[in-house]
């Protein structure tokens, strides 16, 4: 960890002496799309799909959210202070033949999180930046459910089943290319994009998860966590000298 942050700091000082503004302060809404990796959870959704041989669409795994993004940054030097906010959503869903009729179950999976941390931005050379920094993050995930008939005109609302308080760290790196678009060149528009990998301080329990789609128990750990990749790209005015 000490030759990482050594590492940082050598790099950062390699690039004071090149021209760059002395501030910069962005802020933007865009989209992000986060790749999760989920076994216990999917694991649950397996036994689901076991105990229900007469399924003819099989309830899927969580393995892809999307939604909106939104960040604000902060730049003295090399320095960075750096505010997130994600909000994404997926919806699993199964089919299967009921009393004659075809239902459909979704389950609807949302997820907000707040970040906060800090940063270098190595690279400020107008009209492109490159930085790398962690953001603790903190938030919840909310799990809802429903079933109607497919041919239903009308589909039923959704039924809290569960909120989990959640909580982890964001390592990310982003590029960021920006062109003036009012009176001072430095000033403008830019367009960031930003790979990350979100890891969970603790694990979750999704025993309320199970209880709600399985009408016997999964008979094993309920206790699992929502690590994955993900990327964002966020349209930022931006604001330097």
Aim: one cysteine or more; proline letters at 4%; glycine letters at 8%.
């Amino acid at each position: 960890m000490k030759k990482i942050i050594f590492s940082l700091l050598l790099v950062a000082s390699l690039h004071a002496g090149v021209a760059q503004p002395d501030y910069m302060v962005t802020t933007g809404i865009g989209y992000n799309a986060s790749f999760m990796n989920t076994k216990v959870f999917d694991s649950i959704v397996d036994y689901y799909n076991v105990n229900r041989p007469w399924l003819t669409k099989e309830l899927n795994h969580l393995k892809y959210m999307h939604g909106f993004a939104w960040n604000g940054s902060a730049t003295l030097s090399v320095f960075l202070i750096d505010l997130n906010f994600l909000g994404r959503s997926t919806v699993l869903s199964s089919r299967g033949e009921q009393d004659g009729e075809m239902y459909q179950r979704d389950i609807k999976v949302q997820n907000g999180s707040f970040g906060i941390g800090l940063g270098l931005n190595i690279i400020q050379v107008p009209p492109f930046t490159f930085g790398l920094g962690f953001d603790a993050e903190f938030g919840a995930i909310q799990f809802k459910k429903r079933m109607y008939p497919v041919n239903a005109i009308e589909k039923t609302d959704y039924e809290d089943i569960h909120h989990i308080l959640t909580s982890g760290g964001n390592v990310w790196i982003q590029c960021m290319l920006y062109a003036p678009v009012f009176d001072d060149e430095d000033n403008g528009l830019g367009i960031a994009i930003r790979p990350y990998y979100r890891f969970d301080f603790l694990p979750y329990n999704f025993e309320w998860v199970d209880e709600n789609i399985n009408a016997i128990p999964y008979p094993n750990t309920k206790n699992g966590n929502l690590n994955h990749f993900g990327v964002e790209v966020v349209l930022n005015v931006v604001f330097s000298e």
